[in-house]
């Protein structure tokens, strides 16, 4: 098949997944909004500036709306597509929703300035991905739909191919390789976009993270190989458990055919602005030197960047770190007795906690999470390969129900009652959703705004009546 030679389109990741990965989401609004005009001139494919885990961060730590930081981007960037990360099923949570919520969110994230949604399901269930991206077509957005990248004997070429024409038939616009634990090797990138589009007529885009040191040499070849779009980081926040750079691979294709075309004193501009929030975060301890170096294990044990720094802080909570080596090959046993789902989030979770329990008991499954049953049980939707009986009859029991329908099938509307629990916290149609996803973080939230509230009409009201603060 030859392949046809064109300037390769990049998505800028510096404001989602960038600061996600090297500094645990910790970037404000404030911080990002400065820059914004300069990054609209770059030409970017998209940015991706929302979802994941920066909604849950938002709200968390920064006490943020992120409704309003999604409205205050879309201001910013006039000529640039906004772009979001999306869990299927599970929306930005953890856990599976209902089909209102799910279409509800989609709604209300196009109406308030998204234009592509990457959906993708940790177990690579395409029933998970449905209901998200009917919304996202319904809403005229276009629908990405990311393969959560994976080695394993059931993870083959045709595994991939096949799934890529489900994704087609399925009405999306668009698929992208989502390597979140930089697992993607550059010659299987060769053979994987090659796969891929043979497989299917829709433009491929290439995710990775810089975590085992390969992710720049596995751009080069699956451009050449014909991929898309590229995910990259300006400088500052790029490499370690991040993305590769984008300056770098600006100057990589540069005066190629793949040449981009981006202007590089504007990029250099652009990472000169975000050079001193890396610089804070390393003196504060927000970054950690540790993420920004390579770590083979990565290929080791399948673990990506953010569940090895989980695992490591569950460790340490237990004081036992000691046992770190013990719980990483802990993890490729519990992935298989799970039916060998990919790593990402809610999986990788999943299996490192499971891990560490099996690890610190000293019995394999002598205590079980919820969410390890709720695996098990089918609740998460189908794995790729089945459960280990035993591991499966310890855990739920023998005569446990199992779902094999789409897990949401099961899950009855929910807006009308998450609206009744949270009526009196509501300023806006999105609160509902803030409170759907995240109900303890969402109302701690919505008393601090209402504090933040009622502290400036009073100093307003202070103010008309001549009573000066001094």
């Not at 930089?182 to 060769?190: D, H, I, S, W």
């Not at 294990?297 to 770190?321: D, F, H, I, R």
């Not at 060998?340 to 999470?369: H, W």
């Not at 969402?442 to 009546?465: C, S």
Request: hydrophobic share 40%; with cysteine; aromatic share 8%.
């Amino acid at each position: 098949m030859e392949i046809a030679k064109k300037p390769i389109k990049i998505t800028e990741t510096i404001l989602r997944d960038a600061h996600q990965s090297l500094i645990a989401t910790r970037m404000t609004t404030e911080q990002m909004l400065p820059i914004i005009e300069k990054m609209d001139k770059v030409g970017y494919h998209s940015v991706e500036c929302w979802g994941g885990a920066t909604f849950d961060a938002s709200l968390r730590f920064l006490k943020e709306d992120p409704w309003e930081r999604l409205r205050k981007f879309r201001d910013g960037f006039k000529n640039t597509k906004l772009q979001m990360l999306f869990r299927g099923q599970n929306i930005l949570g953890y856990r599976p929703y209902a089909d209102d919520v799910v279409e509800y969110f989609v709604q209300k994230s196009v109406a308030n300035g998204m234009d592509i949604i990457r959906i993708f399901d940790c177990l690579n269930d395409m029933r998970n991905l449905q209901t998200a991206v009917k919304a996202a077509v319904a809403e005229k957005a276009e629908a990405q739909v990311a393969l959560s990248y994976t080695l394993g004997d059931a993870y083959t070429m045709d595994y991939w191919m096949d799934i890529a024409k489900r994704i087609e038939d399925m009405g999306a616009t668009s698929i992208c390789i989502k390597d979140m634990a930089g697992l993607l090797l550059p010659y299987k990138a060769t053979e994987l976009v090659q796969a891929l589009k043979e497989a299917t007529d829709l433009p491929i885009q290439l995710h990775t993270h810089y975590t085992s040191g390969v992710a720049s040499m596995t751009y080069l070849k699956a451009v050449e190989a014909g991929v898309d779009v590229i995910d990259t980081a300006m400088s500052p926040f790029a490499l370690g458990t991040s993305q590769p750079a984008t300056e770098v691979m600006v100057e990589t294709f540069k005066g190629t055919p793949y040449d981009s075309g981006l202007d590089q004193n504007l990029l250099a501009e652009i990472a000169d602005y975000f050079r001193p929030l890396r610089d804070e975060a390393l003196e504060s301890g927000l970054l950690n030197p540790k993420n920004m170096g390579v770590n083979i294990k990565t290929l080791l044990y399948q673990v990506p960047g953010g569940m090895l720094s989980n695992l490591t802080s569950q460790l340490k909570e237990q004081g036992a770190e000691d046992k770190y080596y013990e719980v990483l090959e802990e993890v490729p046993r519990v992935r298989k007795d799970l039916g060998e789902p990919p790593l990402v989030t809610p999986s990788s979770q999943i299996v490192g906690t499971q891990a560490v329990f099996n690890v610190l008991m000293g019995e394999r499954y002598k205590i079980a999470t919820k969410e390890t049953k709720d695996v098990l049980s089918g609740k998460y939707g189908a794995t790729v390969k089945p459960f280990d009986p035993e591991v499966q009859k310890k855990c739920i029991g023998e005569d446990a129900e199992i779902i094999t329908c789409r897990p949401a099938d099961l899950i009855p509307d929910e807006l009308d009652t998450l609206r009744s629990e949270m009526a009196q916290w509501s300023q806006q149609d999105e609160d509902v959703l803030s409170y759907a996803l995240f109900p303890q973080v969402a109302t701690d939230f919505f008393k601090y705004r209402e504090a933040q509230q009622t502290g400036i009409d009073q100093t307003v009201a202070d103010t008309e009546n001549g009573n000066y603060p001094v």
